[in-house]
């Protein structure tokens, strides 16, 4: 053989061996961590997919040429089949949702969806679990009442967003602020999604493989992704975006439309426990001749404590300690019969919230996660309540029956005072090395549909494939026609049409029976619903259940204490984004 000839395929030999070493995930050394996965099982309350551990260093701050280094906790779930085809990165959201409660729960639901014959990863991002975990413990906080005002609506009863705003709601989202500011100072600027995308680039080189990133984004993650697309457009091999945020919105602050289809999806639950009759507990307590008859049952017990919250906070805090209930159960079709038997009992007079005499499993110490990364992220800064208030009377008009307890929590990002070391302040107006695949429902509570298509308005070349199921995310009403999509756009970056549009594989009755037939046989599968992102486990993440006993003063004057809490309820309701 010619030596030039000897040359080269002795460079395509090594060049094969160093694709297939780092396709085995090598360029990180993960390990088994049987005891982390014990744990984790605790945690989420049922075993999930066995995962590996690894660590990496990380630059704690990008903006500092000297910085000291932070080590990532990173989790893999193996590919099944062969031959592996690389590593896919993945968030499940939040934020404030951690890769180890994260990846076990959910990791057979990721792998029906992207293939089996890829490497699944995730990580603790900066701010949660045990990486710099954001601490800010909400409990100390006292002072005097405020007043809301029942509006009337057309679905759920609801109070006026924007009277809770001018009648003390933003001084009260100001008074956290300023207390997380004294709480976690020292590291509040550093756990912002444009570090955090550059954590992912930094584990993309570590795998060794081609340097490029492929990702799927779920809730928070799909911010995440636009953030690392528009930040390193050419290193962007794959990207698939689930249950999407609007990017410019997240980037202000104030999530824009969000809350557009929970009454639709919330219409749906009332239908789909419409039709499965007696096995409803709601329609066997009711014995309802329409979905309007169901409606106006729970209309009736929410009407008095709505009504109540204009005497004072104490009754606001107990019409939120009901009403932000209703907000996570819609992310997942699985869980709505259980949650039927929730309402029927408020219906039937138990109408307080249920309190739990144990302390769950927890992992990491991060406290108020979610609230020190999106608004470490926000660029719109007020001075003062009168510059935010057009955007609380829009935010007000977004949905009928929920803006009452979506929006409010967000009120702290305009007001907080550890803005990121870097946040990113571009338009999002670019051009990846291969178009992003956004995926969407159409009743998706907390991500409409209409994000997706302004998302990808954005990114050029980008396709929506928009699905009709119901919940937050593929994962959560899943669909074998978005599936083929998604494994063919990862395999081959094959797109789907524009006028391409996909069913759940299950109608909501089906899912219904289903769920009880799962409840009756005792069993469970992958993550429950229950947790941060978006899914598996929030108990790592938000520990915001003792509101007794505890006081303080902050810097704005005071505010009162029930208050305050009530805001923490609905941001702990809408955690999962």
């Keep these: 053989m010619p ?59 990008y903006t500092d040429p000297e910085s000291e280094p932070l080590e990532l906790n990173l989790f893999r779930v193996n590919a099944t089949a062969e031959p592996v085809l690389g590593t896919v990165l993945i968030n499940f959201g939040g934020p404030g949702g951690t890769g180890a409660e994260n990846l076990p729960a959910w990791a057979d ?19 949660t679990g045990n990486t710099i975990p954001f601490q800010c413990n909400l ?18 009863v609801s109070t006026d967003l924007t009277a809770v705003f001018l009648n003390g709601g933003w001084e009260a989202a100001g008074q956290l602020a300023d207390y997380c500011l004294s709480e976690a100072s020292e590291t509040g600027t550093l756990i912002g999604t444009a570090f955090v995308a550059r954590d992912m680039i930094k584990i993309v080189d570590a795998l060794d493989e081609d340097g ?31 249950g999407n945020l609007n990017p410019h919105d997240y980037q202000a602050g104030h999530y824009g439309e969000f809350a557009h289809d929970i009454d639709e999806t919330f219409a749906g639950f009332l239908q789909a426990c419409f039709d ?14 329409t979905t309007q008859d169901l409606l106006d049952a729970i209309n009736l017990a929410l009407a008095p404590l709505a009504q109540n919250a204009t005497l004072g906070a104490e009754a606001y805090l107990s019409y939120l300690s009901i009403k932000s209930t209703f907000v996570q159960p819609l992310y997942f079709p699985r869980t709505w019969p259980s949650f039927a038997e929730t309402l029927a009992s408020i219906l039937n007079g138990t109408i307080t919230a249920p309190a739990s005499d144990s302390t769950p499993e927890t992992y990491g110490t991060a406290d108020n996660d979610v609230i020190g990364i999106r608004a470490s992220d926000a660029t719109f800064i007020a001075n003062s309540s009168e510059e935010y208030l057009a955007q609380v009377e829009y935010q007000a008009t977004i949905s009928p029956g929920f803006s009452d307890v979506s ?20 338009d999002f107006h670019v051009k990846t090395k291969t178009p992003i695949l956004y995926v969407n429902g159409e009743f998706d509570p907390v991500t409409p549909l209409v994000n997706a298509y ?19 995310g593929i994962f959560t009403d899943p669909s074998q026609c978005v599936a083929r999509h998604i494994q063919a756009y990862f395999k081959n970056a094959t797109l789907p049409g524009e006028d391409m549009r996909c069913e759940p594989d299950m109608s909501l009755l089906q899912v219904w029976q289903a769920s009880l037939q799962v409840t009756e046989s005792g069993s469970s599968s992958g993550g429950d619903g229950n947790g941060t992102m978006e899914g598996g486990s929030s108990s790592g993440s938000d520990n915001n259940s003792d509101t007794e006993g505890v006081e303080g003063t902050a810097s704005r004057g005071s505010t009162s204490v029930e208050f305050a809490f009530a805001m923490i309820l609905a941001i702990t309701a809408m955690n999962v984004l």
């Design 109 to 127: 639901e990721a792998r029906n969806n992207i293939g089996a014959q890829w490497n699944l990863v995730s990580w603790d991002p900066r701010g």
């Design 276 to 289: 499965a009759t007696d096995n409803c507990a709601l329609y066997t307590l009711l014995q309802p001749n």
């Design 139 to 156: 409990t100390a906080l006292t002072g005097a009442a405020v007043t809301s005002q029942k509006r009337d609506v057309g679905t759920l």
């Design 407 to 426: 929006y409010f929590p967000l009120w702290i990002s305009a007001q907080w005072r550890m803005p990121a070391k870097e946040r990113y302040w571009g």
């Design 454 to 472: 302004n998302a990808s308005a954005a990114f050029e070349g980008s396709v929506v494939l928009p699905h009709s199921g119901y919940g937050h």
């Design 212 to 242: 490029l990133l492929r990702f799927y984004g779920w809730s928070y993650g799909t911010a995440l992704g636009s953030y690392a697309a528009a930040m390193f457009p050419e290193r962007v091999e794959r990207m698939v975006l689930d």
């Design 3 to 61: 030596l030039t000839l000897a040359l080269i395929a002795f460079g395509l030999s090594t060049a094969a061996s160093a694709l297939a070493h780092a396709r085995d995930g090598k360029g990180i050394n993960f390990q088994p961590c049987p005891e982390l996965n014990a744990n984790i099982t605790a945690i989420n309350g049922v075993e999930g997919t066995p995962f590996d551990c690894a660590k990496l260093s990380v630059p704690l701050d």
